[in-house]
């Protein structure tokens, strides 16, 4: 095994014991998905696994943020970054980078999970993964990490890759997905909870 895939495979896979399925949500005209139940003490760590979320809106976000009140409110102050790679059908530009202005600080806006517009032709969509550390912690910050893959408005395949955390010592206990403008079309998003 190459030294990136044992790290590869230590960040992703290593320790983790069973995935419990909580819920699976299915979007249709959406203007958000919330997820506002089964996220407390009972698992450290909760995945969520968003497949084909389709904007009804051209160059948009898809983005999330948290909720310490049950989701009444959705306005955690958080600090993230954001990097991604690209590579247009053409086959001509390709690049790799880190993007300022897709991360924050201190801030309590939605935290977009895509560096670029996503398209809203038929055939394009985002999926991946957003991780959740640890959401009941009363102590600590609450960290989060992201991979996604998506149809870039201008035919392109971005990667994408966010990291931060909630900077709240208050228990996270729901989540929202929405995008940065109109609908989510389509698409599904299921919560895990991750037993070691």
């Not at 992703?12 to 819920?23: C, R």
């Not at 009140?69 to 530009?93: L, M, P, Q, R, W």
Request: net charge negative; aromatic share 14%; glycine share 6%.
């Amino acid at each position: 095994m190459s030294t990136y895939n044992a790290i590869r495979y230590n960040v992703d896979y290593a320790n983790v014991g069973s995935l419990k399925l909580l819920s699976t949500q299915t979007a249709s005209a959406s203007a958000s998905i919330s997820f506002t139940t089964g996220i407390d003490s009972t698992y450290d760590e909760y995945w969520f696994i968003f497949n084909n979320c389709h904007p009804a809106t051209d160059d948009v976000d898809f983005t999330f943020n948290g909720s310490t009140d049950g989701g009444s409110n959705y306005n955690i102050t958080k600090t993230t970054t954001a990097f991604d790679s690209y590579h247009d059908e053409s086959g001509v530009s390709t690049l790799f980078r880190y993007v300022s202005a897709k991360d924050l600080a201190q801030s309590t806006s939605f935290q977009p999970l895509n560096t670029a517009g996503i398209g809203n032709d038929n055939d394009q969509s985002i999926s991946g993964i957003l991780k959740l550390f640890n959401p009941s912690s009363t102590t600590y910050v609450k960290h989060f990490i992201s991979k996604t893959n998506y149809s870039q408005k201008d035919d392109a395949t971005m990667n994408t890759f966010v990291a931060g955390y909630f900077n709240t010592t208050s228990a996270v206990d729901a989540v929202r997905f929405q995008m940065s403008s109109g609908n989510i079309d389509d698409g599904t998003i299921q919560i895990f909870g991750v037993s070691q």
